[in-house]
């Protein structure tokens, strides 16, 4: 991941709301969300919904696809995995940082 990705990235992140947007979508797992399921589970109204979601896609956190009248969002766990590789790649200074715990994503949900 380059610095303009990660920057892009960790800025639609960077607001309380749109933080629990994604965590949410991250922990519905492959199946994703709707909009009408994340409205309901986090009392955002839709029209903030839908503003929170354009920002989290254009920085390339999750994808959309239409299914008929409904849109399904879905994180994009190769790229956040690559936000935490970025961010990480520098860590104790060039030496093997065995002491530090991997970042994985349940096999079994990604």
Do not use: W
Not at 39 to 68: C, D, M, Y
């Amino acid at each position: 991941m380059d610095e303009d990705l990660a920057v892009k990235a960790l800025a639609a992140l960077a607001q309380t709301s749109r933080l629990r947007v994604f965590r949410a979508i991250v922990g519905a797992g492959p199946e994703g969300m709707q909009p009408g399921q994340l409205t309901q589970a986090l009392a955002v109204p839709a029209n903030t919904l839908s503003f929170h979601l354009k920002e989290l896609h254009h920085a390339g956190l999750v994808s959309v696809q239409r299914e008929g009248r409904f849109m399904r969002y879905r994180a994009d766990m190769p790229t956040m995995q690559n936000l935490v590789g970025f961010l990480t790649d520098h860590c104790c200074q060039g030496v093997p940082c065995d002491d530090m715990p991997t970042v994985a994503c349940d096999t079994a949900c990604c």
